[in-house]
RNA sequence: GCACUCGUGGCGGAAUGGUAGACGCGCACGGUUCAGAACCGUGUCCGCUUACGCGGGUGGAGGUUCAAGUCCUCUCGAGUGCACCA
């Protein structure tokens, strides 16, 4: 009997996949129901595949292929994110320009892809970074600037003084540029912003997406929509006033200071003469610390007196007013009222400063009203108001509506919405990216690159090195042109865009990928979208996910889509880690792929990925546990190869397949449940059980194909291989997903536990339809249970198919 | 600090509130072999017992239930996310 030869095997069905163009989905026109199964793209750095892709793709390929078998059009596509900083500095590191190894990377990504032997179309070649790709991303840009959505305002990035350069967030380490040390500074700069914030409201709309809860609650944290009230304080001798933004204005009454963020224009009005060098000082101090550094001074509050009272209207109390970093430019109105009382940073605060009064309006529920020493007692929700006028006697959450609609009838302030979410920040001073389409021209100002001229071309350049402004600006020839308004001379726009940009709509180009004339053509891509599937690390749950959807549902506005949300069920991958630790370069304990497929075969290396551990929690990776995939790999193919006569022990027990139908049956219905459930290991472990009984109980020929049909999503270069030897010319993923037959699943007899006062007694084997007085009396005989049983019966229970119990006087 | 997720053999992990530890790795013994590898078979939660069995057992402490790994409360530990959001 020849063993299974898994690579031999593997490169025979693929060219023959790759021959027959068994993969290949009719965008156009689908000829069944279409299914759009996506997993997130990778980007091309210089380590190609390694294991974590793998864990990843496996499974949404045997996703694929079981959807394929039950019926449906399955598109299953697979392009690069290929601008970006690990390209660029990837090609810093190394020296050679990025163009040039981000296509080395693709092309060997995509050979490691074919290796996986999945149904993944790699032909549309959906690349960020070429101009067929990017021309559409300029596209998608000037929709959001015709639409009002794309602005440019003043804000602050990392700036490294030394090497002369932006930095992102993740190459500011304690404070200093990753490479050189220096101490990283905040600079204001001209930048580019998508209104994400216009989108806020609708994006807190899930309906009809079938998204881990996890997700969908970091996502609305992340928007954070609060409803509040904006009040309007006069400030004494002053004509002006300073507006606060908050939540909770039931507790006003025992408002006692008011907080202006360092960053506020008001901060110099508010500033009397007497006060001004102290305010000034650490206005200095402020503008020395990074946004980093303000954030790692945690709790300890600083803050200083401006000389200016705000009147609260409801008390009359002059409340002094205090610049403090504590509180935030970017949410709000940049300007707090403090209730020291029943806040734990206004406590923490008013210690900190030392003689700010403390007034208490909520009785907590312990009634202790005096005892304001430690700071837990101070942040109430439950209790009764207390000093608070017409509030007094309510509870707190009843107050707040009560305490705005007064507010707004007596014009102290206005009910707002605010959310957390801030703008997308959309330009980069990066050379990798995608030039944005936009002119600059000194009489007719900004001015949007017409569509006809799009592609913005991205120029070569050769030192790409970033320098202060974007690399682009070193090139003459990219940066001089003529304004599309006037034809007077004038500058193109040097920064590009964030890649998020780039990934936030690529799943709209793999369904008509070639188009020239458009980005998409909307029937084709309403034939697709929504995705159907869509996996992906649950990094993204915040950054790319919403910002897709904001994209979609702006070109949904738009009328470019007919969908509103592109990605109806979304699930995330765990972590695949080595040891229990995550796999880094830096411990050295990163798994190769490439040498485990070349000894095991590509079936072996994914179901190990699969057998790990359940999908979305991930698994540890054991050099020695895939042995254990492999054997089954051919005890699997033995098991289908043999015959009645070849049976490992003696005669069968029984004839061929006599008596197998229950286990078969019975293995399809538990395998698919676990699938559907992305619990591949069950899933396969199901498939080992039955392997080991029918190692020694041959199946017949019907079983055999069932279970084909069962493994072939799982295992397809080893399903095909079988399918053939069962003799079939058709490749098994022409045939439909294994059905069980109820038939087969009803169980002639169940074996019962029988407990007694919850502790396992026995067991008794009972026809499956037994009466409750038969199993009670069939349990009772059980000489185990018996003698347990002569302390008195109390109560006796019976659950069919489950267990039988006594409870016994104790 | 806050939020969420997860704690089950030597290890990865099974288990719609119903016989905890499926399946696999490892290990032990036996077979096959000149030998080894591979393969096949048997066993493998812990303690006591020749055995039938008995007792304990899912991070810890309580609770609900005839019955809890599973539900509830508290607590300890690990991971992930967010970082003063008024």
Redesign the pocket.
Known sequence: MPDYNGSETEKKWQARWKEQKLYETNLAQPARPKYYNVTMFPYPSGDALHVGHWYNYSPVDTWGRVMRMRGFEVFQPMGFDSFGLPAENYAIKTGVHPAETTRANIDKMKEQIAAIGGMFDLSLNVETSSPEYYKWTQWVFLQLYKKGLAYRKEAPVNWCPTDQTVLANEQVEDGKCERCKTEVVQKNLRQWFFAITKYADQLLDYEGLDWPE?TV??QQ??I?R?E?INIDYKVKGKDMGVVV????PETNFGATFVVI?PEHAQVAALTTAEHKQAVDDYLKETKKKSELE??M?D?K?TGVFTGSYAINDLTGYEMPIYVA????????T?I??GVPGH?L?DFEFAEAMGNIEIIRVIKGPNGEMDAITKAEQVQEDEGEIINSEILNGLKPREAISKMMDYMESRGFGKRVV?F?LRDWLVSRQRYWGAPIPIINCEKCGEVPVPEKDLPVVHPHIEDYVPKGTSPLATSEAFVNTACPTCGGAAKREVDTMDTFVCSSWYFLRYPDAGNTEAAWDKKRVDTWMPVDMYIGG??H??MHLLYARFIHRVMHDLGHVSAKEPFKKLVHQGMVTKD?A?MSKSRGNVVSPDSFVAKYGSDVFRMYLM????FT????W?D??I??????V??FYRMMTQDEKQA?GAAPLRGVGEGMDGLVHQTVARASE?IDKM?F??A??AL??LT?EA??KPLNGAQKEMIVRLIAPLAPHLAEEVWEKLGHKESVFNESWPKADPKFLVQTSV???V?V?????G?VELAADASKEDALAAARAVE?VAKYLEAGIV?E?F?P???I?F?VKA
């Open positions: 996890k609650l970091m944290h992340w954070g609060k509040g933004f908050t939540t909770r963020s303000r954030q001074t709790r509050k970093d504590y509180v935030l430019m970017g949410f709000g940049g707090v009222v806040d940073r605010n957390r649950p990094e749950a915040c229990g995550k057998f790990m551990g359940p929690e991930g698994g540890d054991s020695r546990g042995t254990g995939v492999a054997r089954f051919e005890r490992a676990a619990n290991n069950v396969i472990a080992m059980e080991n190692l020694q074996t019962y536990g407990q006062n919850g502790k396992l007694r067991t185990n109560k229970i659950v198919g489950k267990i119990g409870v």
